[in-house]
């Protein structure tokens, strides 16, 4: 599985973005899908996750502003509303296939200033 991520950029604190990411590739089966991110000088983190059931998990600090969605887990978007300038780093889409086996796509960036 490959993935595909879009979106990112800079915006003003208080704004909205909204980041892109699609699997391509055939034979497998995505167990959940989402986001991490990485801020400068810090470890990364994870932000949001789309399971094949539907639910979703979120980090306490995006609650109420991050919106993760999907189709089926074979993409997914993340609206991020009320942005901050904390929430600046590079995000990541990843995925879970069987096995619990972990793909990531390419980082992209987002910068949000004060």
Same mark, same amino acid.
């Given at each position: 599985?490959?993935?595909?991520?879009?979106?990112?950029?800079?915006?003003?604190?208080?704004?909205?973005?909204?980041?892109?990411?699609?699997?391509?590739?055939?034979?497998?089966?995505?167990?959940?899908?989402?986001?991490?991110?990485?801020?400068?000088?810090?470890?990364?983190?994870?932000?949001?996750?789309?399971?094949?059931?539907?639910?979703?998990?979120?980090?306490?600090?995006?609650?109420?502003?991050?919106?993760?969605?999907?189709?089926?887990?074979?993409?997914?978007?993340?609206?991020? @509303?009320?942005?901050?300038?904390?929430?600046?780093?590079?995000?990541?889409? @990843?995925?879970?296939?069987?096995?619990?086996?972990?793909?990531?796509?390419?980082?992209?960036?987002?910068?949000?200033?004060?």
């Amino acid at each position: 599985v490959q993935l595909q991520a879009c979106g990112g950029g800079l915006v003003q604190a208080g704004g909205s973005l909204r980041l892109s990411c699609a699997a391509s590739g055939s034979g497998f089966r995505i167990n959940a899908i989402g986001w991490y991110r990485q801020a400068p000088g810090k470890g990364r983190e994870l932000v949001a996750t789309f399971s094949l059931g539907g639910s979703t998990y979120y980090r306490d600090s995006v609650k109420g502003r991050f919106t993760i969605s999907s189709d089926n887990a074979r993409s997914a978007e993340l609206h991020m @509303t009320s942005l901050r300038p904390e929430d600046t780093a590079v995000y990541y889409c @990843t995925a879970w296939t069987a096995n619990n086996v972990q793909t990531w796509g390419q980082g992209t960036h987002l910068t949000a200033s004060s």
